[in-house]
């Protein structure tokens, strides 16, 4: 069923008569009494029930999966909403299965005979541990994939096979309590079963194509530290490097023999840490010769760094370079004063005389809480350092700089830099804007390329072309021209996103969907396709997507870094914009194009074997659990390989889902997902709830698992009684608010067209962004009888001047070029703050307001709350407001999760369905009673605790 309608701007009650809302929510819960008995027969006929919070527990999700090489064994995770989860690997060649309980983590040999994966105990045993404040440790499990046996290892904290032969290595937990980092580690011969062991290894990494394993030996007092090597098919132990020192940060250059590590050295005179590296040629040899850039060094001018670990350690591709974090080294700290026998440095300083201070200035680019939160990161600054292992020379890049990030551009002979300092002002409440910097790897010179950009997409896989999207186009940088041009102009089609409605001056494109590996094209996006396009040539359109409006984006399945290989099939994921069909298609490289599974559902999770042309997907709509398929390259007959939730076919009563389609009141398409409540009557009235958040119609195919820990769950209100509907807002500029009106008045209409819905039984719930819409809604019209607001914006104008304290941003950016869409500071446009702020129509709310808020939030301050309750009780609104004493944006804690999810039920199904009201909604709970109850150890209000109920007509 699908219904069209289109309505001016109306907040007016529909309908010739309108009943004083109690009464009619009384009048409603009793027919509903009445179709009791037939409801019950109905149930009874067929066997199936409702859904109820003692089953929610044992519905499941379908999580991570892993496909073997060979593409016969796929290992697929599984959790629960409470309980324990499970691993389950399937032979895709037949129908058997090995389900491991509390597996995670899977890997399998690369001969296709062996599975691993780690095992963590019980829940029952995890809680056990945590209260005895005792570590939770995992085992391993090894899986005969040929047989069906288990094999376990007790206390194995981590493991990985050996890219070739019949290995694999296993490292223990640590046992001892000191500063060595050290702990036992297994090397296993799985087809005999034969063990080495190995003491006080700290790292290990298997050579990506040999059995040769290397370890950094860290033992306690450092006596035999260093890095050794194994290999594991002769059994030979060499050592690389032996020393009274600490190792770190092992790394083998990919497909080679080279190695290298940090040496970790203390200077105790000039109280700093120093890493120096130690790299070697091709290991393999008898003896290879270590190469070794120190941890302090000078540059050719004479400044003086330190090599830190703040950036790690890279190989360059060739082999001819290692890059690594520097920092300028301090000086080395004046002689002491002989008639003063403390050193400067220690010197104590008493807290008594130092101010509790912090200066926040009205000129500062960040303001000081991002600074604060970004403090560690700004001491962990750093100056990308290029060490040529020929030379010796260390040449410093850039990076550190406040404002600076630095990169290496494919072929490492160039870096590069972007800078935003000198944008800062305009960053502090817009865009952030970049200069662009070529660097020299080998000699550190710089070079400006590029002014002013906002939207930088990266570099070419050959290292020439620089992307970025500016106006309505995509333009590039010619490194080796030095010279810029525009990539899409002249093209017939529209690559900037139109549909994005944030008041910024730069619009985001449709997006990238990568290069072909030589650079000779680019993929780009319009709304429905993808574009190949040639710097410098023109481009075409690949894809029909516009005819059908079907939305066609690039999926990579190829396992090799970099771009696409002339040749290569290329993979498109479909979305129907307005049927939310899906599926996959694909296109051979001469231009054939297929598709390959299309359908009214959900069709998502595509993955590809590594070795074999072995092909997984999963499945899903509302009223269908996710389900696994594999299929070969043809994509004939794809064959069912699990699914969750199997029981509810046969056991519970579900809804189904469809679309209903509308125009907001300036003529622009919307649509919404309709839920229908579970065992459905046709020709009986519901209540229904709303549930808005911008665009929610292609949520329509999403399987919902019921939950107690979500205030919001679509299945806990169809398993109710309640339609669901999830509209699309759209926004125009300065108007959030409003322009919710101006779209969900219309959407109602739509759904009321239909005939299933009592227009007397509404209610509207959101959080966040959300919960702003619909604490405004209930300010503007009285078509709600009832809602829920999980920490809402109530007054932009205050809101405006807080902070998001999370990020430590300032809110006033959020408004004026993103979410709040409010494009200019109130004191430019205060009648639009205010038209569209909710506390500010207070004395127009009539519907019965549930508001939730945590102390800490540091999304949307607490403060909003508190002044919608303050305003409602001088109103003398029906209103209350959940205080969560140290929660944020989200409730983390499970009882306040459960307590807000019950209380929110129980608003609702008071004001829909005329159930009894408890004590907290008609009169509030004073302090004394929820601090009594607390001390109790009880619920407070009759549920648990963690909440400060507090009534708009009364005390907190």
Known sequence: MSARASSSLDHSPRGPLVLPRRLTAFLAAFLVILAGPVAA?????????????????????LGGTTLSDDGRWLAVSVGRVAGDGELRIHDLESDSVITIPNGMGPGFSPDGRWAALSVRPDEAERQRLQRDRRPIRNDLVLVDLTTGELRRSSDIQSWSFAPEGPYMALRRYRTADGDAR???IVV????????????????FSWHEELPLLAMIVDAEGQAGNGVRLYDAPTGALRVIHSEEARFEALTWRDESSDLAVFRIDVDEERADTLRTVLAWRDIRQGAP??????GAFATGEGAEFRVTDFRGLRWSDDGRRIFVAGVPRDPAPPAEDEEDETPSSRRAVSSDSVPGLEIWHARDIDPVPQQRLRANQARRASELVAWDLGTGAAVVLGGRVEGESIALLPGEEWALVQDDAPWGVERMFGPVFRNLYRVSVATG?????????????????DGRWLLFFEGVDWHAWDLERGERINLTEGLDGVFVNEQNDLTVEQRPAYGLGGWMQDGSAVFVYDRYDVWRVVPGGGGERITAGAEEEVRHRLVRLNFEDGGYEPGEDLYFALYGEWTKESGYARMDSRGRYERLVFGDRSIARIARAEEADRYIFVEQRYDMPQTLFATDARFESPRRVMGVNEHVAETFHWGRAELIDYENSWGERLQGALFYPAGYEEGRQYPMIVYPYERRSQMLHSWSNPSETNAYNTTVF???????????????????GLSFMEAIDPALDAVLATGMVDPARIGLTGHSWGGYQTTFAVTQTDRFAAAVAGAPLTNLVSMYLSFYWNTGGTDARIFEISQGRMEVPFWEDYDSYVANSPVHHIQRMNTPLLMAFGTEDGAVEFNQGVEFYNAARRAGKDFVLLVYEGE?????????????????????????????????????????????????????????????????????
């Open 445 to 461: 010179e710089r070079e400006r390329l590029l002014e002013r950009i906002q939207s930088y997409s990266g570099a070419s896989p």
């Open 718 to 736: 169809t398993q109710n009684g309640y339609f669901v509907f999830q509209p699309d807002i759209v926004y125009r500029p300065r108007n959030p």
């Open 188 to 203: 296993r011969n799985i087809e005999t079963g034969v063990d080495v062991n190995f003491g006080n290894i700290a790292t």
């Open 41 to 61: 027969q109905e149930a009874a006929s067929n066997g199936l029930r409702h859904v109820t919070p003692d089953d929610y527990g044992d519905f499941e999700t």
């Open 182 to 184: 050290g702990a036992d």
């Open 888 to 956: 944020n944006h989200s409730l983390s804690r499970r009882p306040n999760q459960l307590d807000y999810h019950r209380r929110s039920l129980e608003w609702f199904n008071h004001f829909l369905k005329g159930e009894e009201a408890p004590a907290w909604i008609t009169d509030g709970v004073p302090f004394l009673a929820q601090e009594e109850k607390l001390r109790e150890g009880g619920p407070a209000a009759g549920r648990r605790p963690g909440a400060s109920v507090v009534d708009g007509n009364g005390d907190r």
């Open 289 to 294: 010769e270590v190469v070794t850039l120190e």
